[in-house]
């Protein structure tokens, strides 16, 4: 039985802080520097579980990675190996999926499995569509789940129309379409992510994006240098937290501001926070900037549409806030939630509720009533890092109350600092 952390942090908070790399860019980093035809070297890389994941999983792949003071090399094999062992993605859900796209054209049979969490989230999303362009993939329970078993096979372009905005499946589709014959398109709902597209166009890939259809031909990405800017999802709780309390201001220093991940700043600015972008640049093709946040009274707003990919791993923490805004937040077309880490809408729902929330939960969201007081709560984090953090902010908005976290491991996975930082913008006061 784990020791659990107690939360008994206060706000308000201020000062700045060096946000950490970000999460998204750093897998591709790493694993499209494997595929590359020469080395790349990248800075800024996110030093967490999910990232190493990836590192592993490109080393078992045949490339080199190694340190050079604070910057890691990436030298990529001729042509990626078959790996030798199972690769392990822990919890990462990133690091499977877009394996999945490059193994499907893999000479030999490879094996991607992870920890509890990661062997519950669907895979049938990326493997259907890897078929149809000529893959041989299969899966636990009846292609559902991971493990994941690929033999490689030669792949040919095809256009897909996918149900869900998301980009895990446009990315392992879109590097699947790098060693495939031909053309591949792909057409989401709404607009994911698109680091990858960035970072493929920006290596010289023959790739098209227009709004959300993108199309690749086939081809290896150059090497190159990539720094890689702070990441908007793990900024999100400090920004989050300081919005929500009075007096606070706090800047997240080289954030990245890409627009398809700032759905977050957007609604803080719909809720009434001050959110002002400051020393604006632009390195490897994705914008940055310090990003400020100051305290105030928050008024409940609507998530829906095409701005839920914009921050879809935001929705925990400002389920959170919108506990603390007068009047009623509405959350919707967030199934997606439902198939992260945990049940990320059951889980907040449940743990919200029994914090004193007013909240109703539906199949693709939710409804919060507020300005309500929380209480605290022991906290089941079901090796989910975001509800781990989302809680320990949760706590800021108590009336000096305690959140007790089962786990605290489980905020590795993308932000091994957390509370040290959360300590030190609330002026180490615990
Ligand atoms: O491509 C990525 O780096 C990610 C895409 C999103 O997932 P989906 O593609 O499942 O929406 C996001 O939730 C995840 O944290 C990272
Ligand atoms: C959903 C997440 O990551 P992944 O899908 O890579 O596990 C996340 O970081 O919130």
């Not at 750093?26 to 994941?53: I, K, N, Q, Y």
């Not at 822990?90 to 992870?114: D, E, K, M, Q, Y």
């Not at 989050?240 to 600015?269: I, K």
């Not at 829906?304 to 400002?318: F, H, N, S, T, Y």
């Amino acid at each position: 039985m784990k020791t659990p952390l107690v939360c008994r942090r206060k706000g308000p908070l201020r000062g700045s802080f060096a946000v950490p790399g970000d999460k998204s860019i750093s897998h591709r980093a790493l694993l499209f520097g494997a595929l590359a035809t020469s080395p790349s070297r990248v800075t800024g890389l996110l030093e967490a579980e999910d990232v190493h994941s990836t590192w592993k999983a490109v080393e078992a792949l045949g490339a080199r990675v190694s340190r050079d003071g604070a910057a890691v090399v990436v030298e990529p094999p001729a042509a990626l190996v078959e790996p030798a062992d199972v690769i392990d993605c822990g919890n990462s859900g990133t690091s499977l999926r877009l394996l999945c796209g490059v193994l499907a054209a893999v000479p030999g049979l490879s094996v991607l499995t992870g920890d509890a969490s990661l062997r519950r989230r669907p895979v049938r999303r990326v493997l259907d569509p890897l078929r149809r362009m000529g893959a041989d993939l299969s899966a636990r329970d009846g292609d559902r789940l991971p493990p994941v078993v690929v033999k490689g096979a030669r792949l040919r372009g095809a256009t897909h129309v996918l149900p869900v905005a998301s980009a895990q499946v446009k990315s392992a589709l879109l590097l699947a379409g790098l060693f495939a014959e031909g053309e591949t398109v792909v057409e989401e709902p709404a607009p994911s992510r698109d680091h990858t597209e960035r970072m493929l166009a920006g290596r010289g890939v023959a790739l098209r994006a227009d709004g959300p259809r993108v199309a690749v031909r086939p081809g290896r990405p150059a090497g190159g240098e990539v720094d890689v800017p702070g990441d908007i999802s793990s900024a999100a709780f400090f920004l989050c937290a300081a919005a929500g309390l009075e007096g606070s201001r706090v800047t997240a220093l080289g954030m990245g501001v890409n627009p398809t991940r700032t759905g977050l700043l957007d609604v803080l600015r719909a809720m009434g926070a001050r959110v002002t972008l400051a020393n604006g640049r632009e390195s490897a093709g994705e914008p940055r900037a310090d990003v400020t946040v100051e305290g105030g009274a928050l008024a409940g707003t609507e998530i829906a549409g095409p701005l839920v990919p914009r921050l879809i791993d935001e929705l925990p923490v400002l389920m959170v806030l919108a506990t603390q805004a007068r009047g009623r937040t509405v959350i919707r077309d967030a199934k997606e939630l439902r198939v992260k880490e945990s049940d990320r809408l059951a889980t907040m729902g449940e743990l919200l509720h029994r914090a004193g929330a007013r909240i109703e939960l539906f199949d693709d969201g939710c409804a919060i009533e507020g300005p309500t007081p929380l209480s605290g709560v022991a906290v089941e984090t079901k090796l989910d890092h975001r509800i781990a953090m989302s809680m320990a902010v949760a706590q800021l908005f108590t009336r000096g109350e305690a959140v007790a976290l089962d786990d605290v491991g489980c905020v590795r996975t993308s932000f091994p600092g957390f509370f040290e930082l959360l300590d030190r913008l609330c002026g180490g006061e615990r």
